[in-house]
């Protein structure tokens, strides 16, 4: 680990002129960036060899000071930092240039915000997606540390939520100032979040106690993979962080740096969900198609819809929206349409859904008129492509091999008959049900039937409805 000067440089991002960055060191800048609404500026540490043209992503060091460096981003108020912490560190020039874990070289990402008072869950939310839309960031390897107050974030931020504790391979709170919470524990502990908690036996400010129940919690059963480590220096003072963040302290011959950097996070593609196949006839040329998109660590920054194949080119009215309408379905057929969504590191994931046209059906000659009023709705009118199993009468899949699932959502009670129909209008199969609920699920079967064009009737009571059904 070859130690390395660091020039200490205050910019702003106006009209920024970046020295040239020199092989015996590093920089650290000023940027006088107002992230969130309590920090006007931050501390910038950037690895050896990251402004070069390469693409490399590098791990993130996010550091929150203790209430005795709040201040409004002045160069005055900015050295106030300097004091304590991986800033002091490397403003004394020994902070290494890489640290080698498991026979790979790496080199961190610093970013410390400064705070006019104390920031919010959601502040460091924001900072941290601050710097993964700004810095060439390795969202596997995203570390959050913190003393006193910062400490205390530390702890808050990341058992709040398991998305928070998720975005992280890491937390380093030191003296964490925050009153300890068994909830907050366990939700670390099922996120098996890599915790190294520090602090002073005798901390006259923070009493050591907020450390270990914290961890006791961490680490109760069922316990996490790893567990919370905890280090109490024997010591007296509220200074738990000058031992801490030193590179020569270590434990199981890992400093914390190198602990960090043992632990990292699997980047996963977002999760797409989708709407199930739709079934529209003729005249009915519009459906609407419905996606979402989530991610473990970091955010979606986009989603798109798009026209993959079908009979006539649809339309998407809005393709930017997870919900949207497509239209100009105009000729019998299957249409699909693919949703894809890309999060903040890249990762692009997509899922199709069909839209199957059916033709308009003529009714049989000389069919009764109770069949055709039984299967006129199912002749001349789609379901509700938005929302398929809120409907009265709703089938899937349809098309269908042979099984199917028949959903019905009535306030009707008793005896329920089902009726399939052939297009020339002979009764094909039946099935007599029992219903008991509002909301009645029941897979049937066309098993017998060969391939083609059925329409389902259903009656309970006075209520009846129908659907066209399609083998294959």
Not at 103 to 112: A, C, D, L, N, R
Not at 124 to 144: A, E, G, K, N, P
Not at 159 to 185: E, H, K, M, Y
Not at 281 to 286: K, S
Request: glycine residues 8%; proline residues 7%.
């Amino acid at each position: 680990m070859r130690k390395s000067y660091i020039h200490l440089i205050a910019v702003s991002l106006l009209g920024l002129s970046m020295a040239p960055l020199i092989s015996s060191g590093q920089y650290l800048y000023i940027r006088s960036v107002s992230i969130v609404y309590d920090s006007k500026a931050y501390w910038e540490y950037l690895p050896v060899g990251y402004n070069s043209n390469d693409s490399s992503k590098y791990p993130l060091m996010i550091y929150i000071h203790g209430a005795g460096d709040y201040g409004y981003g002045t160069p005055t108020d900015m050295k106030l930092i300097l004091r304590s912490g991986p800033p002091r560190v490397m403003s004394l020039g020994e902070f290494p240039d890489s640290f080698t874990v498991n026979g790979k070289s790496f080199g961190f990402i610093v970013i410390t915000p400064q705070f006019y008072q104390q920031p919010s869950v959601s502040d460091i939310d924001s900072v941290i997606d601050f710097c993964i839309t700004t810095y060439r960031v390795d969202l596997s390897r995203i570390y959050l540390t913190g003393l006193s107050m910062g400490g205390g974030m530390t702890w808050d931020y990341a058992g709040t939520q398991a998305a928070n504790a998720n975005r992280l391979a890491g937390i380093v709170p030191v003296a964490g100032d925050i009153f300890p919470d068994s909830l907050r524990g366990r939700t670390m502990a099922a996120s098996n979040l890599p915790v190294w908690a520090t602090h002073n036996s005798g901390d006259p400010e923070v009493p050591v106690q907020y450390s270990i129940q914290q961890v006791t919690w961490i680490n109760d059963a069922p316990s996490p993979n790893p567990l919370a480590l905890l280090t109490i220096f024997d010591t007296t003072g509220h200074d738990a962080w000058t031992e801490t963040y030193s590179p020569t302290f270590t434990v199981n011959n890992l400093n914390v740096y190198e602990w960090m950097l043992s632990h990292s996070r699997a980047e996963s593609p977002p999760v797409i969900g989708i709407g199930r196949t739709q079934y529209i006839t003729l005249p009915d040329t519009t459906a609407a198609v419905s996606g979402s998109a989530s991610v473990s660590s970091g955010t979606i920054i986009s989603h798109v819809w798009t026209f993959v194949s079908g009979p006539k080119i649809a339309v998407i009215s809005n393709p930017t929206y997870n919900i949207t309408n497509v239209s100009g379905m105009t000729a019998a057929g299957i249409y699909v349409f693919k949703f894809s969504a890309t999060d903040n590191g890249g990762l692009t994931t997509s899922a199709t859904t069909d839209i199957i046209v059916a033709g308009i059906p003529v009714l049989p000659a000389g069919a009764d008129s109770t069949f055709a009023s039984a299967i006129a709705p199912a002749l001349f009118t789609s379901p509700d492509s938005n929302s398929l199993f809120h409907q009265a009468l709703s089938l899937y899949p349809n098309p269908t091999s042979g099984t199917f699932e028949f959903h019905v959502n009535n306030a009707m009670i008793g005896r329920m008959k089902v009726d399939i129909f052939s297009q020339t209008g002979s009764l094909v199969k039946e099935f007599v049900l029992t219903k008991t609920t509002i909301e009645m699920d029941v897979p049937l079967s066309l098993d017998g039937l060969t391939p083609g064009d059925y329409i389902l009737v259903a009656t309970v009571g006075n209520w009846r409805q129908s659907r066209k059904l399609l083998k294959f």
